[in-house]
């Protein structure tokens, strides 16, 4: 169609903006998208169906305006940029091919966007150039046909791919701090290989894990932190960093860098960017998007615990990769204990910020202390800033779950029904609810929580999640609460469901065999 999505649009704007774009050639105008949002550059334009002329005002958009099919049209200049938005799928792969090997002969830079996946479209309003020729594009034939782009990005159905001879080598550095981190220190190396320099701050080991990081190519700095604080240290590795770093990975020593992270960084980290967001296995089953990598300056740690960078008089600007993973694999023997003490010093320094907020009233939980994590979780409700609904839906679990170890079940229900108010369409809050209800035989409640609990079918790549609400535990409350209402068939099937879902779980066994048994009586 002569509109094109949305998705992938922020990326090449970006790519546009970082290279030079007085000249643009663009193939395929439509309805003149990429005229409207350079209206800066000088562009040529080169679109085969002529209604699309006087009906867009295209003459009016480009300097230049020829009318004909790209696959046969001969560049009689040369451009700094060609842009081929949404062509490609409208010809063989063959002639795909041929077009793009033409446009990188013409101009300095190239950029194409494609629909990825399934994605039939036929003629529209009597243009038969609208019909998707191949509508099954993948990443990887798309890479097959037309070489490694510098940059790529694929943003829902849209993959963004730009093509040049020239792109400035990044040099990238991971750092990190340490403190008897032997166990981690080769693992890790040997994870961040290649980096152009790996650079630990180290804290005080008084084990092996200077040795090892220095005999796998890690540059070992000591640093002595007193009172000991994360940011202070985490600030202290960065300043060593060599002012020439185009990209930091900040990283822990029980952090692990997946094959292709750099790979991954260089296809993304366009010019002017200077923070990326990634994914981060913490474990257990969540996932979510971590943000510590970062440009080398504008940047500093924040908060004693749970520190965190900020940008520092510089405007922030992001980018995303789905091909980033690091892989969280901590020594569970190791004591957290300093947490609390620093969480209470991190909100008496900054007693607005909803983040550590949130993150105190948590860890007061952790130690048992249900009456001050109830006030400090309210506290944290009541700032102004603090306004994400899946932590607002967290901070209401954990209260709900203090009341339950305190024993005033009321409070309880009451706080959980208000987290599934703040956030109905995440899994969490309504299974808690139904965990609950299911403690106090409340079954018509438990059965309703379950079901829509399992109606959600949108699993978020947030730290709030809880793995077991995509697991068995939402139809084991659905089959428990569904005998006890004697809809035997219901929770026959549910119970089932639970034991297809975890089939070790020696008590799911026993609960689908006693269920079978009454459907079957019944």
């Known amino acids: 169609m002569p509109f094109s999505s949305e998705s992938g649009k922020p990326f090449i704007k970006d790519l546009v903006l970082g290279v030079k774009h007085d000249k643009i050639l663009d193939i395929g105008c439509g309805s003149g998208t990429y005229a409207k949002m350079f209206p800066d550059s000088h562009l040529t334009g080169v679109e085969v169906w002529r209604p699309y002329v006087d009906q867009y005002g295209l003459s009016d958009l480009y300097d230049r305006l020829i009318v004909e099919d790209a696959r046969t049209w001969d560049p009689d200049d040369q451009y700094d940029l060609a842009i081929a938005g949404d062509v490609l799928e409208h010809m063989t792969p063959k ?109 005080g080991s008084t084990d092996k894990t200077v040795e090892i990081l220095e005999a796998n190519g890690a540059t070992v700095k000591h640093i002595y932190i007193n009172p000991w604080r994360f940011d202070d240290a985490r600030n202290a590795a960065l300043h060593m960093l060599p002012a020439d770093v185009d ?43 971590y943000e510590k990598i970062h440009a080398r300056k504008g940047y500093r740690w924040h908060h004693p615990c749970h520190e965190y960078p900020v ?140 079901l829509t609990c399992l109606s959600i079918t949108n699993k978020e790549m947030v730290y709030t999640i809880d793995p077991e609400v995509w697991g068995a535990k939402p139809h084991d409350f659905a089959a428990i609460a569904s005998w006890n209402l004697k809809m035997y068939d219901l929770a026959k099937k549910h119970a089932q469901d639970a034991v297809d879902l975890d089939p070790n779980d020696m008590r799911l066994r026993r609960n689908l065999e006693a269920i079978s048994q009454s459907s079957e009586a019944a």
């Open 95 to 203: 002639e795909a091919v041929e077009l793009v090997e033409k446009l990188k002969k013409c101009a300095e830079n190239v950029i194409i966007s494609i629909p990825i996946g399934h994605y039939p479209q036929d003629e529209y309003e009597g243009n038969p150039y609208e019909k998707h020729i191949k509508d099954d594009w993948s990443d990887k034939e798309v890479r097959q046909y037309f070489g490694n782009p510098i940059y790529s990005k694929i943003d829902n159905e849209i993959g963004v791919y730009m093509f040049s001879d020239e792109k400035k080598k990044l040099k990238i550095a991971v750092y990190a701090i340490s403190k008897n981190e032997e166990k981690f220190a080769e693992r890790f190396c040997k994870a961040a290989k290649d980096a152009d320099l790996i650079m630990v701050a180290d804290t």
């Open 311 to 450: 940008p520092d008089r510089i405007e922030e600007k992001w980018q995303v990769t789905n091909k980033l993973l690091v892989v969280h694999m901590p020594d569970p023997t190791k004591s957290r204990g300093q947490y609390l003490d620093l969480l209470r010093v991190s909100i008496e320094e900054d007693p607005h910020c909803p983040r550590n907020a949130f993150y105190y009233a948590r860890e007061l939980s952790f130690h048992g202390q249900w009456e001050q994590a109830i006030k400090e979780a309210e506290r944290y409700l009541a700032l102004p800033r603090a306004t994400w609904i899946n932590e607002r839906c967290y901070a209401m679990r954990t209260i709900a779950r203090c009341y339950v170890q305190i024993g005033n079940y009321d409070l309880a229900l009451n706080w959980l029904r208000k987290a599934t108010a703040e956030a109905p369409n995440t899994r969490e809050p309504w299974c808690e609810l139904a965990g609950v209800c299911y403690t106090l035989g409340r079954w018509a409640e438990c059965y309703g929580a379950a």
């Open 247 to 289: 990209v930091c990975v900040s990283l822990d020593l029980d952090e692990v860098l997946q094959e292709g992270w750099r790979e991954a960084i260089e296809e993304t980290w366009i010019e002017g960017t200077t923070r990326m967001r990634y994914g981060f296995d913490w474990g257990c089953g969540i996932v979510f998007l």
